[in-house]
């Protein structure tokens, strides 16, 4: 059983309740996890997580907002290092292990995007609401940290400047 604390508090092995089915292995557990240019979707992401053995579905929709920083955001294009899908992979990956009873699903678009348009699609689902906030919170930190994507941000003074996803 993974311990360790939660992004809510908490540990880990304590969101388990006994008697739940076994969700299977980490990778098994691991549904959906890309980087694309085509437009992502939530809908699609719960989707990919739909189970009988869940009763909670979590999911987030980073969506491009008109403003950073005090400034007013035009547009943006996100740009991808090589490695990014194998990294969302791991980072799915990384998550259920650490949740033995979540199943994941991630999508991160790059290319351009125009305001409201969804940047980052992520769905869990577990027996549990708490299993499935925790899980996600935890995915949308990681994918943050982790992902080698840049933010290319088109303001509409226009100035302009890039944002890395990492550090």
């Known amino acids: 059983m993974t311990t360790g604390p939660t992004p809510f508090g908490g540990d880990i092995a304590q969101l388990r309740?006994?008697?739940d089915p076994a969700m299977g292995t980490a990778d098994q557990r691991v549904r959906h996890a890309?980087?694309?240019e085509e437009p992502?979707?939530?809908a699609v992401m719960a989707?990919?997580?739909a189970d009988p053995r869940c009763g909670a579905v979590v999911t987030f929709d980073g969506v491009v907002r008109d403003h950073d920083g005090g400034k007013d955001v035009e547009r943006l294009e996100y740009s991808s290092h090589p490695s990014a899908s194998a990294v969302a992979r791991e980072v799915a990956a990384e998550i259920a292990e650490r949740y033995?009873?979540?199943?994941v699903a991630l999508t991160h678009r790059v290319g351009?995007?125009?305001i409201g348009e969804s940047a980052l699609a992520c769905a869990v689902s577990a027996p549990h609401r708490k299993q499935a906030?925790?899980?996600?919170?935890d995915l949308v930190d990681t994918v943050k940290r982790r992902l080698p994507i840049w933010k290319h941000q088109r303001f509409t003074d226009g100035e302009e400047e890039w944002v890395g996803a990492l550090g």
């Not at 033995?100 to 199943?103: I, N």
């Not at 906030?133 to 919170?137: L, R, S, V, Y």
Request: charged share 10%; hydrophobic share 60%; with cysteine.
């Open 17 to 19: 309740v006994p008697g």
């Open 34 to 36: 890309a980087v694309t």
């Open 40 to 42: 992502v979707s939530i």
């Open 47 to 49: 989707a990919a997580v």
């Open 100 to 103: 033995p009873d979540v199943l």
């Open 112 to 114: 351009p995007l125009a």
């Open 133 to 137: 906030f925790a899980a996600c919170d």
